[in-house]
């Protein structure tokens, strides 16, 4: 993308209503006004929250809004270059229960309040094969320990990619800390009984990983304590 045009959709980001870009000191020194205020101030209602971590484009928040009109959707991704499509999108089908979050993950924590999220999505993230990227995939034990923060107790975790190495990793990493694991599967798109949601809604991506015969991977799990 050329720097025109990813300067253009920074631009057009800051004056969507639908995303919001506080820095990196808003956050942390807690001045960040919709931490526990979520429901009540962007979405004006009282359904369940939910979050897709590293949501890209936005492909799966923008699915996932359009089939629960019931709940609210946050997509957070820290390249607001590629959420622009998402967030342009909701803004032109209307769509307004989902928004977009430009921040790092790390960050987690200080962006929403103890128990004020539902359930989460991880969608295809980048697998950090290499042992000294271990600190970056997005289910190790302390990014584990920061979704539990601002999960409800009976919270919910998805995790969808078609690594089987993250797959194996997650799974030995749940089973190892005594995580629940709720349902587990080594490709959705073969074996009966997938969750809908998992199959229904595929990114770009994903479309094109099928067309290899790349099976994609799924996990459903609760974090405990």
Same mark, same amino acid.
């Given at each position: 993308?050329?720097?025109?045009?990813?300067?253009?959709?920074? %631009?057009?980001?800051?004056?969507?209503?639908?995303?919001?870009?506080?820095?990196?000191?808003?956050?942390?020194?807690?001045?960040?006004?919709?931490?526990?205020?979520?429901?009540?101030?962007?979405?004006?209602?009282?359904?369940?929250?939910?979050?897709?971590?590293?949501?890209?484009?936005?492909?799966?928040?923008?699915?996932?809004?359009?089939?629960?009109?019931?709940? !609210?959707?946050?997509?957070?991704?820290?390249?607001?270059?590629?959420?622009?499509?998402?967030?342009?999108?909701?803004?032109?089908?209307?769509?307004?229960?989902?928004?977009?979050?430009?921040?790092?993950?790390?960050?987690?924590? *200080?962006?929403?309040?103890?128990?004020?999220?539902?359930?989460?999505?991880?969608?295809?993230?980048?697998?950090?094969?290499?042992?000294?990227?271990? %600190?970056?995939?997005?289910? !190790?034990?302390?990014?584990?320990?920061?979704?539990?923060?601002?999960? %409800?107790?009976?919270?919910?975790?998805?995790?969808?990619?078609?690594?089987?190495?993250?797959?194996? *990793?997650?799974?030995?990493?749940?089973?190892?800390?005594?995580?629940?694991?709720?349902?587990?599967?080594?490709?959705? *798109?073969?074996?009966?009984?997938?969750?809908?949601?998992?199959?229904?809604?595929?990114?770009? *991506?994903?479309?094109?990983?099928?067309?290899?015969? %790349?099976?994609?991977?799924?996990?459903?799990?609760?974090? !405990?304590?």
């Amino acid at each position: 993308m050329g720097s025109k045009n990813k300067l253009r959709r920074f %631009k057009e980001n800051e004056a969507f209503a639908n995303v919001f870009q506080p820095t990196r000191d808003e956050l942390v020194s807690s001045n960040f006004n919709l931490k526990g205020n979520w429901r009540t101030v962007v979405f004006k209602n009282n359904n369940p929250l939910v979050l897709e971590l590293g949501c890209g484009k936005g492909e799966y928040s923008i699915a996932l809004a359009q089939k629960y009109p019931n709940k !609210n959707f946050i997509g957070i991704d820290i390249k607001g270059a590629r959420f622009w499509r998402g967030a342009k999108t909701a803004i032109e089908e209307n769509i307004n229960n989902v928004a977009f979050l430009r921040t790092q993950i790390e960050l987690i924590d *200080y962006a929403f309040a103890e128990n004020e999220v539902d359930e989460i999505w991880i969608t295809f993230p980048d697998p950090q094969i290499k042992y000294k990227r271990t %600190k970056h995939r997005m289910t !190790n034990a302390k990014f584990l320990k920061r979704y539990n923060k601002i999960l %409800k107790p009976e919270g919910i975790v998805n995790l969808k990619t078609d690594s089987e190495f993250m797959h194996g *990793y997650t799974l030995g990493l749940l089973h190892g800390a005594g995580h629940e694991v709720l349902y587990a599967n080594h490709n959705v *798109y073969k074996q009966e009984g997938s969750p809908e949601e998992v199959t229904s809604i595929q990114t770009f *991506y994903e479309s094109q990983y099928l067309e290899q015969n %790349k099976p994609i991977t799924y996990i459903r799990f609760k974090i !405990n304590g």
